[in-house]
């Protein structure tokens, strides 16, 4: 089993930026791919951005071009830098990872952003 926690939520304006971290712990050495969901109210949860153990990495529309996605394997974390930020990206940001595919989730951390 793998356990993801995620930090680094919280209230920002339009325009400024957030980096979200997420941790794993547990069975780490079966992880090849982790990424990030976001789950705005009254919508599905939608992918934002992954990343494989190689550094291959995608972004979907919602956020390409101003977020940044990495990974510090030796800390077993990964991180969003969000810039630009937006109302509509306010929401339950979630961590995820596994093996080929994305099986662990986080808790969530909760972003907003005031126009």
């Known amino acids: 089993q793998v356990q993801l926690v995620e930090s680094g939520g919280g209230l920002v304006q339009a325009g400024e930026s957030l980096r979200l971290a997420c941790t794993a712990s547990?069975?780490?050495?079966?992880?090849?791919?982790m990424g990030w969901y976001r789950q705005a109210p009254g919508h599905p949860r939608e992918v934002l951005a992954t990343?494989?153990?190689?550094?291959?990495?995608v972004y979907t529309k919602p956020v390409e071009g101003r977020a940044t996605i990495s990974r510090d394997h030796a800390k077993n974390a990964v991180f969003l830098q969000m810039n630009n930020l937006k109302p509509e990206d306010t929401g339950i940001y979630y961590c995820?990872?596994?093996?080929?595919?994305?099986?662990?989730w986080g808790q969530g951390t909760q972003v907003t952003v005031s126009a």
């Open positions: 995820t990872a596994g093996r080929n595919t994305l099986d662990y």
């Open positions: 547990g069975s780490t050495d079966i992880i090849n791919v």
């Open positions: 990343i494989t153990n190689s550094g291959n990495i």
